[in-house]
């Protein structure tokens, strides 16, 4: 099948979410399971050129991405990814217990994000946000309701040598693609 020049999205498949190192490297890409939706929207600055009581000209930059991602359920591991603070894990079968605690003194680390959908042009189309900051974590017990994990940030240009500068891209793949 040929490569669209339209794709046509459909659905959130898949989310995963690394650490990176302070040279911008990505870690080992964790899960965030049960993902329902991973929103973007990029943010610009404009400046304009005045001259003889009109506007001239207009230049618009970008300055990064703001982001959304909910999902069902919680996951631990991808808490610590996206917000910081650790997990500490005691007893065994069947009094085993996990905790992820935050501390006051932490802070919000930067890490990667990338979403995928299926494509009913074929294949897939991916969402990457290279340098990922989360401003915002919340969820909610609530009668007669399943978990939701809130998560929102911004992203900023990347660091890392290979994608140098890079706030997000948008990827069409012909032949669907795990995210790796």
């Not at 230049?59 to 990814?81: H, K, N």
């Not at 990827?171 to 693609?177: A, F, H, I, Y």
Request: net charge negative; with cysteine.
């Amino acid at each position: 099948m040929a490569l669209t020049t339209i794709p046509l999205p459909y659905g959130l498949r898949d989310v995963k979410v690394a650490t990176l190192d302070a040279a911008g490297t990505k870690g080992t890409l964790v899960d965030l399971p049960n993902a329902q939706t991973f929103e973007f929207e990029e943010t610009t600055s404009t400046q304009e050129l005045r001259g003889d009581d009109t506007v001239v000209a207009k230049r618009t930059t970008v300055d990064g991405v703001a982001w959304t991602l909910e999902a069902g359920g919680i996951s631990l591991e991808a808490c610590v990814v996206m917000f910081g603070g650790a997990i500490t894990s005691s007893g065994t079968t069947p009094a085993q217990k996990k905790q992820y605690r935050r501390l006051a003194t932490d802070a919000y680390p930067s890490f990667f994000v990338e979403g995928q959908s299926l494509s009913e042009s074929g294949g897939d189309f991916h969402t990457v946000v290279y340098n990922a900051k989360a401003e915002k974590f919340s969820g909610s017990h609530t009668d007669q309701e399943f978990w939701v994990t809130h998560a929102e940030g911004s992203g900023v240009g990347s660091i890392a040598v290979a994608t140098l500068g890079a706030v997000w891209d948008h990827v069409q793949n012909e032949t669907k693609l795990d995210i790796v």
